[in-house]
């Protein structure tokens, strides 16, 4: 079992930043991917971007690329997203989610863990 938390969502001006966190606990020992995931009302839950802790290799989906980094911090067993140049349209509670083994494609079936998610509002 993987345990997962969220935090660093807020409120921001467009072309703001924000950095998301997710901490990880529980049985962490194997290499797993890490993915955000965002959601807004009524709409199907979106991939963001995704890391492999195995090796640190990155995916992101055309939408925030140029804009986001995902990022690891192993003393914390943490992987972070940087969000800069924030736009309205990335209004949307954010998740983290995790599965043992190599990122999937950006589909959430793939992800067996997820966080309780944080709220990321920009405003124009």
């Known amino acids: 079992q993987v345990q997962l938390v969220e935090s660093g969502g807020g409120s921001v001006q467009a072309g703001g930043s924000l950095r998301l966190s997710c901490a990880a606990s529980?049985?962490?020992?194997?290499?797993?991917?890490i993915g955000w995931f965002r959601q807004a009302p009524g709409k199907e839950r979106e991939g963001v971007a995704s890391l492999y802790t195995g090796d640190i290799k990155t995916s992101y989906v055309d939408s925030v690329k140029g804009r986001f980094i995902i990022s690891q911090d192993n003393a914390k067993n943490t992987v972070s997203l940087q969000m800069n140049s924030l736009k309205p349209e990335d209004t949307d509670m954010y998740y983290c989610?995790?599965?043992?083994?190599?990122?999937?494609?950006?589909?959430?079936?793939?992800?067996?863990?997820w966080g309780q998610g944080t709220q990321v509002t920009v405003s124009s």
């Open positions: 529980g049985n962490t020992y194997w290499s797993y991917c």
């Open positions: 989610a995790a599965k043992y083994g190599r990122c999937p494609v950006f589909n959430p079936k793939f992800f067996d863990y």
